[in-house]
């Protein structure tokens, strides 16, 4: 019997009830082995899933860094607020018709813990941006390799 075409496609399951099936049909010439199409498809299907799930999955990975970034925005406005109180405290404090001591140690105190915690966060928002701008670069390179049909192994 000779075998002139050889088809092999996979039904990949994702999530939220989706799915997405890639396949292919070759045309099997004279001295070609089709067991061997057949099994160089398989894992050429196998290669391009891995890379759309490694895709899929660095999108996710931004779009989680995205709404840490976003908490993170709002603690920072969160914590500069209680500094302006802090700060309008101790003001009215020392200027009261009796200002107390204790009073005005224990509000600078707390004011200068919130500032701490302030750069803190600045320095979690300065972290979290950084590593948006370089998964946004490796997506952009992903989505490049995969638009001109680069699914193999590298390295």
């Known amino acids: 019997m000779k075998v002139e075409r050889v088809e092999y496609s996979r039904l990949f399951n994702l999530p939220n009830y989706q799915n997405e099936r890639i396949g292919f049909s070759v045309v099997v010439g004279d001295k070609e082995n089709p067991e061997k199409i057949l099994g160089e498809l398989f894992f050429k299907i196998e290669r391009i899933e891995e890379k759309f799930n490694l895709y899929r999955d660095m999108k996710e990975a931004l779009a989680r860094l995205l709404r840490e970034l976003d908490n993170l925005i ?3 406005l969160f914590v500069m607020e209680k500094i302006k109180e802090l700060e309008d405290a ?3 404090e020392k200027h009261s018709a009796s200002p107390n001591a204790c ?3 224990n ?3 707390s004011l200068e813990n919130q500032k701490d915690r302030l750069q803190e966060i600045e320095k979690e928002i300065k972290d ?3 590593r948006v701008f370089k998964l946004e670069k490796l997506i ?4 490049n390799d995969i638009l001109e049909g680069k699914f193999e192994e590298e390295g």
């Open 74 to 76: 709002e603690r920072r």
């Open 90 to 92: 101790v003001e009215k």
């Open 103 to 105: 009073t005005i140690q």
């Open 107 to 109: 509000l600078s105190e």
């Open 128 to 130: 979290t941006k950084a």
């Open 140 to 143: 952009e390179a992903m989505k």
